[in-house]
């Protein structure tokens, strides 16, 4: 902040240019002389000294304002990711909608219901993510972070999800035949009343996974699953599984 203090009134040119022994600095002195008067003369008007309160009061509103219209800000930025994914909906490539979900699910939105189908969304990073019936079917969705997310009666028929993060997901009552699932990490992963049916489990890795309930796993490819619950590659082979290399 600004302190203001009153300016000393200047000497006059008279009683300045009498001290005065070296005389070739004299414009350099007039110069001075009259910036400092000019100085003088403006700190004595009050308008320069409300026009400067105004000028800080300005900027203390333009604060309040911007933060009383964060809420607007947001609600405008989720309206244009919806809108963006909203456009793009059963069409191939990403068409911005990587960011779009990433933005939305960064700030807590619910992704119920999303249909990304036949999207090209590979490295997609939604962790914790509210999916419950989302419609993933056909996308490529290939080494995501989908760790935590809830895909309870989702769609991932066909969905390609090879090498993704899918630790401690929800798969609860989702579709899931012939998804590719070739290398991902299934640690913790909820598989009650899931049709896995004709997918491809390879190398696989899954540890603690919840498969009791499984709905269907015929032609689910189970070769080389790594850490798989005791009896599970038993009954798989028994329900239809397979185990082709």
Known sequence: MTVRGARERPASWKSLTSRMKRR???PFIAFEWIWDWTAYLLSCWSFLEVLDYLGRFSILVAVI???????NRIKQKHYQAW?????????????GRIEAL???NADGVPLVGVDVSSAFLQGLKLE????????????????????????????????????SYLENTSFQSADMTNADLWGCDLTGATLDDA???????????????????????AGAN???????PEGFVDWALKNGAVQMP
């Open 24 to 26: 070739w600095l004299l």
């Open 65 to 71: 304002f911007y933060f009383t219209e964060s809420g």
């Open 83 to 95: 809108q963006v994914i909203n456009t793009a909906q059963g069409k191939g490539g990403s068409g």
């Open 102 to 104: 990433q933005e939305l």
């Open 128 to 163: 914790r993510a509210n999916l419950l019936r989302a419609d993933f079917s056909a996308a490529d969705v290939r080494r995501s972070d989908l760790r935590s997310a809830d895909f309870t009666n989702a769609n991932l028929h066909f969905a390609n999800l090879r090498e």
């Open 195 to 217: 049709d896995i049916s004709g997918a491809d489990l390879r190398f696989a890795d899954l540890k603690n996974i919840r498969w009791k309930q499984l709905k269907k796993v």
């Open 222 to 228: 189970i070769a080389g699953v790594k850490d798989a």
